[in-house]
């Protein structure tokens, strides 16, 4: 659940190794540190377990490799908007935005707030409600550091990302070379091999490989990218899904699935088992400075969201303003810091907060995820001239296979996550008066 690294103008011309160090920068996140134990709930054996974490990094590829197209035909900052607007039209579009704005975004934002909340609650006990009040704090920092108009510089970005690795890379080797099962543990009750749980558990996995959709990026910048995405594409599919295999490897061997299931802060129990409290400190430290880069990335990314509502809907116009001083849309920035804490606060009243806000933000997201895989091929259809410097091998099959696959996990997320996802359906649903505020604009029929 990394934030995507900017790319700037001055990367033109990107080897092949420079996009496999975005890509694994991009992926590799603070995900690997909050979802695996909820993987774990999912899954009734070892083997099941780690079956779902070499799926997810076959869905990565695929899903790569369709954003790989879209991304090298249709080049826009816009993303998913963009793709959605050209292939559906102007209403799918603005309820895109809608969705980004008050459930994908916002969500994903609490999301890494209650993991880093985690963490920081081992450093520094708030009490009862400490992981929540964590997460609320920080989405509150980090939004007013916005609002002041300071972003965090690409350098500042890239050690934060090498401080990831580091972490990943620690656990890895603590786990497999250090540690052994310090304390046996209980053999994990059978949960089931029902689709749906499967389905949730994928949902999990996938979350933690998020980030790889920013691969459609990468193909616009790469040398000679008709032949070098699919190299970028599989050998940084290789590198992450390898990483995560070790890492869950190296969980297993020292909780086993039941004793996984049962940690609240996986990396730093892993570490303190292994090594001691003192270890386990410095990981959490490493951990919260990670999801702290994650999370500022995130508030600076999403509210532009609702700066474009602001600018394309005229009823809210409020939300367009921009601060020139500070070079940011402070309004924008205030909404998603109140969507957000609401969100905080319902997390905070849930079992878990982490598995609460995927269930409000994962049916929406993956039901967008699915219409932008079908996009491919309705582009295909509409702008058949197009120039794509890179398409999807095995056309149509992969982008059928990623759009089924999408939804499937809207289907399992829908209905075995309970509260959370009618909740994030609904708010989705809130937004289909907006669609009667905007006379449509057609779209052209070439590219723009």
């Known amino acids: 659940m990394n934030a995507s690294a900017s790319l700037g103008r001055h990367s033109a011309g990107l080897s092949v190794l420079d996009g496999v160090a975005v890509l694994v920068g991009v992926v590799v996140g603070v995900g690997i540190f909050g979802f695996p134990p909820l993987v774990a709930m999912h899954a009734d054996s070892g083997l099941v377990y780690i079956g779902l974490w070499l799926a997810g990094g ?6 790569a490799l369709c954003y790989a197209e879209l991304g090298s035909a249709f080049p826009d900052h816009g993303g998913e908007y963009h793709y959605l607007r050209h292939a559906w039209g102007e209403r799918v579009a603005l309820l895109f935005a809608w969705a980004r704005g008050s459930v994908i975004q916002t969500g994903a934002i609490a999301t ?5 909340g985690e963490y920081a609650q081992r450093l520094l006990p708030l009490g009862t409600h400490g992981v929540a009040l964590w997460a609320g704090l920080s989405v509150l920092a980090l939004t007013a550091l916005n609002m002041l108009g300071t972003h965090e510089s690409k350098r500042a970005q890239l050690v934060l990302s090498a401080l990831t690795l580091l972490a990943v890379l620690s656990m890895v080797v603590a786990g497999l070379f250090i540690g052994g099962n310090a304390e046996p543990v209980a053999a994990a009750e059978p949960v089931g091999l029902a689709p749906g749980l499967l389905g949730m558990g994928m949902v999990f996995v996938l979350l933690t490989y998020g980030g790889w959709n920013e691969a459609a990026y990468l193909s616009g910048e790469l040398r000679d990218p008709g032949r070098n995405m699919v190299r970028v594409l599989l050998i940084g599919t290789l590198v992450v899904t390898l990483l995560y295999l070790l890492a869950n490897l190296a969980f297993l061997q020292i909780f086993g699935l039941a004793g996984l299931r049962a940690s609240g802060a996986v990396g730093a129990d892993l570490m303190e088992i292994v090594a001691g409290p003192w270890a386990a400190a410095l990981l959490s ?31 809210l116009s409020l939300l367009g303003a921009w601060n020139e001083r500070g070079a940011t849309p402070v309004r924008a920035l205030l909404v998603q810091g109140g969507i957000t804490l609401l969100l905080v606060l319902f997390g905070a009243f849930s079992a878990s907060g982490v598995e609460a806000m995927v269930a409000y933000t994962a049916p929406v997201f993956w039901l967008f995820m699915g219409l932008t895989a079908l996009s491919l091929m309705r582009l295909r259809k509409r702008h058949p001239h197009q120039p794509r410097p890179f398409r999807v091998p095995l056309y149509p099959l992969l982008p059928l296979l990623f759009a089924l696959s999408c939804l499937g996990l809207f289907w399992s997320s829908a209905v075995y996550a309970g509260l959370g996802a009618l909740l994030g359906l609904v708010v989705l649903a809130a937004g289909l008066p907006l669609l009667l505020l905007r006379r449509p604009v057609p779209v052209a029929e070439s590219a723009d």
């Open 112 to 116: 890494v707030a209650f993991i880093f």
């Open 285 to 315: 430290l490493l951990i919260c400075f990670a999801a702290l880069s994650t999370l500022n990335a995130t508030v600076l990314t999403g509210a532009r969201v609702y700066y474009a509502l602001g600018r394309d809907v005229p009823q």
């Open 58 to 63: 076959l869905v990565m590829l695929v899903g």
